[in-house]
């Protein structure tokens, strides 16, 4: 029975791997967060520890506690305007943490998960998509700007340029990572989305289809560019490499590329909710306090070819939703 230490286990994507993987009998599933279990009343088959990563000797206790066969580390300072006015407190969550965890499963020969994010490239790979005009009376999710042809996806020799302050801590996450560790795998997601549970923050999907049913207008940005990735694909992506003996940088996403505002006339569409309540809108008019990749879509050929990944695609998540 393997120990599996969850670091972030009450974040979206953190909580799903611990669900999944505490269902397993061959995996004995610890995980841990700054605040108590948002689950607590469910009676998981699993350990919860609440503990601030931060601390280093509190890590080494838990370290030595748990005794993790591999550790998957879900935690991170996660919201860029926030990152971009607070940057000694971003850099010690997502760098030096993030040193300490890489530094502590190398001297317990533990095998580490680290995730990361698209946000660490600026988006500039892509030619500029040409827009249709929407017409009058007819629905604008059947006139949305046409998916650009990229020259290329990124990959993951692709070298970051980050454009803000979280991508950049990301970035140098990546790096301490890749420098001490002996035996981990750096996964890059992108625009995660799924069912979220109370106290959690929300994504893309969850909040178009909650404004909308409220019957509230909704204000999304047109031309900024993703690989959307469905929450449960993310978590098999990385039960694929705790099995794996592969190192380094992979890309778990999707396979779509999609525009945001294309993303949220989906989820009208198959929700059959009212879709004149989306307005889209240029990254201009969105007047962003910080600054974001426009086209940011990663390739998954690795993934594809090394661990047999296949993600769904948004219209059969939300058909299934």
């Not at 999304?220 to 449960?232: A, F, H």
């Amino acid at each position: 029975m393997k120990n599996i230490l969850i670091i972030g286990a009450n974040g979206f994507t953190g909580r799903q791997i611990l669900n999944d993987l505490s269902n397993q009998k061959r995996y004995k599933v610890t995980g841990c967060s700054l605040h108590p279990d948002i689950c607590a009343n469910n009676k998981g088959n699993y350990h919860f520890k609440v503990i601030d990563i931060r601390n280093k000797e509190i890590v080494c206790n838990l370290f030595k506690e748990v005794s993790p066969d591999l550790v998957i580390n879900c935690s991170a300072l996660s919201v860029p305007d926030y990152c971009e006015t607070h940057h000694e407190e971003a850099f010690l969550m997502n760098v030096t943490a993030v040193a300490q965890l890489a530094q502590l499963c190398r001297d317990h020969k533990s095998r580490f998960i680290h995730l990361s994010t698209d946000f660490v490239f600026d988006g500039k790979a892509y030619e500029t998509p040409k827009h249709f005009k929407t017409k009058k009376d007819t629905n604008p999710y059947e006139n949305q700007a046409v998916s650009p042809s990229p020259q290329y996806l990124y990959n993951e020799n692709d070298t970051p340029a980050p454009v803000n302050y979280y991508g950049y801590t990301k970035w140098k996450g990546e790096e301490k990572v890749s420098e001490i560790c002996q035996d981990y795998a750096i996964v890059r997601v992108e625009i995660v989305y799924g069912k979220a549970l109370p106290g959690q923050h929300g994504n893309i999907v969850q909040l178009v289809m909650n404004r909308l049913h409220a019957g509230q207008e909704i204000r999304v940005v047109s031309d900024q560019w993703r690989t959307p990735t469905y929450v449960g694909d993310v978590s098999v992506g990385i039960q694929k490499l705790m099995e794996s003996t592969h190192n380094g940088i992979f890309h778990i996403c999707g396979d779509e590329y999609l525009a945001i505002s294309d993303i949220a006339f989906q989820v009208a569409e198959a929700m059959n909710l009212n879709y004149n309540l989306i307005h889209s809108v240029t990254t201009k008019e969105m007047n962003e306090s910080t600054p974001r990749p426009r086209y940011s879509g990663m390739s998954i050929d690795k993934a594809q070819k090394l661990l047999n990944y296949q993600p769904r695609k948004l219209k059969q998540i939300l058909a299934e939703w």
